[in-house]
């Protein structure tokens, strides 16, 4: 594998914000939805810095076994495993494509497409780990989902 020669402004740019990937991570306290994400940012910037094709599915995958490697028995967790369903979920049913011939879904469709199938993946595991379900949690995520994207950038 040949490194690009280059290096443009883009290329140290990623190169430059790992660190403060990294630095976020240990200052939000490392959780594991949180020790996912940065791994999966840290995964995409590399590939970016070394010009290499970026996917999505690829970063979720090193980010699990980078976590399983690191202690196993977070497989049995329930915060890696709504975590990492999640973002599955989130993956695969955002890149759905829709019928032939149909007009594409709004965002606002797609939002309530991709939050009931994110909900309903969870149900057996939230079932599992703590023996109850919230019949209001599909309702609570369409309300709190748009609240919390505009509040927490602007934290």
Do not use: C, E, K
């Not at 490194?3 to 190169?15: E, F, H, I, K």
């Not at 990492?84 to 594409?104: D, E, H, K």
């Not at 309530?112 to 595991?125: E, F, G, N, Q």
């Amino acid at each position: 594998m040949r490194m690009p020669s280059t290096l443009t402004p883009g290329r140290l740019a990623a190169l430059g914000a790992i660190p403060l990937v990294l630095a976020y991570m240990v200052n939000a306290g490392a959780r594991v939805s949180t020790v996912r994400a940065s791994l999966m940012v840290v995964a995409y910037l590399l590939a970016r810095f070394l010009q290499r094709d970026r996917d999505h599915f690829n970063t979720l995958g090193l980010a699990a076994v980078f976590i399983l490697l690191w202690d196993p028995q977070f497989l049995f967790d329930a915060g890696f495993q709504l975590s990492f369903i999640a973002v599955l979920v989130i993956l695969t049913r955002a890149r759905q494509p829709s019928l032939p011939g149909a007009p594409p879904p709004s965002r606002v469709r797609g939002f309530i497409r991709v939050t009931v199938w994110v909900s309903l993946a969870m149900i057996p595991i939230v079932a599992s780990h703590f023996h109850r379900i919230g019949l209001y949690a599909i309702a609570a995520n369409l309300a709190l989902i748009p609240v919390t994207s505009l509040v927490v950038p602007s934290g």
